[in-house]
């Protein structure tokens, strides 16, 4: 039994997401509410960070470690590529991916959307329990308040996060220049982690979050500012998610 504790929200979730469904695995999703979540995560695992993977009774934490907990205890339709180079440069994508592209896509994506309720207060109670949406719009003024001092964003750390955003756009364009996926002849986990972290800006209906069809036009000026980089997103989506 396969159950994965997440925010339908969170890109690091969504990259675990598509890891179970790329497998074809069986599993259950249990959406956990920001704030009360640290309660289940931290009987679960060590620290309150989602997602958390729990499989017969083990718990697994952290993206990166659940992709290739994934690939050793089930072996088909492998993330990580066989060959030991390979295997390297997918570990350093997904290093990158993890450290250059997650954090500024949330920077970026929050700095707006915390200033509207409406339309992230359905996105943290998504296929949740059902008191979430009542509790969650009694305490958003404090709790939108508490994640962006807890996340540091502001008007300033959203400008440097959106010229790192650029930054790494280009250098995955310019390794796709002359191949279609990030390491090697194969999909692999590199493929996955940067997309799933760069998805949000992409709003893919396979994310499994009803997206507004416009953000708030601050963010759709960031989205249209990278659009062309992001285009390699939309492909995979629809070709491997
Ligand atoms: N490196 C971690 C990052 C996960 C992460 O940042 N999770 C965020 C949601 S996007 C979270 O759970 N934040 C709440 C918390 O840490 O309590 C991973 O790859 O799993």
Redo the contacts with the bound molecule.
């Keep these: 039994m396969l159950t994965l504790y997440q925010?339908p929200?969170?890109?690091?979730?969504e990259?675990?997401r598509w890891s179970l469904d790329h497998k074809s695995l069986n599993y259950q999703i249990k959406n956990l509410l920001?704030g009360l979540?640290?309660l289940t995560?931290k009987k679960l695992s060590q620290?309150?960070?989602?997602?958390i993977l729990v499989h017969d009774g083990k718990a697994i934490?952290?993206?990166?470690?659940?992709l290739t907990y994934l690939d050793t205890q089930f072996p088909q339709n492998p993330l990580t590529p066989e060959d030991e180079t390979l295997k390297q440069e997918a570990a350093d994508w997904e290093k990158f991916a993890?450290e250059q592209i997650?954090?500024a896509v949330?920077v970026v994506c929050y700095h707006v959307l915390l200033d509207h309720p409406e339309i992230v207060i359905p996105f943290f109670a998504h296929n949740g329990p059902w008191y979430g949406p009542y509790l969650l719009k009694a305490i958003s003024p404090k709790l939108l308040l508490v994640m962006r001092k807890g996340m540091n964003i502001n008007a300033e750390t959203a400008e440097t996060a959106n010229k790192q955003l650029g930054f790494a756009l280009d250098k995955i364009h310019s390794r796709l220049q002359d191949q279609p996926f990030l390491v090697g002849e194969q999909f692999t986990r590199a493929d996955i982690a940067v997309a799933s972290l760069l998805a949000p800006l992409c709003k893919p209906v396979k994310y499994g979050l009803e997206w507004p069809k416009h953000f708030p036009e601050s963010l759709e000026a960031v989205i249209r500012q990278h659009s062309e980089k992001l285009a390699w997103v939309d492909r995979l989506y629809a070709e491997y998610r």
């Design positions: 925010f929200i969170s890109h690091y979730c990259k675990v920001p979540h640290t995560a620290s309150s960070s989602l997602p934490q952290n993206s990166s470690d659940i993890d997650g954090i949330r």
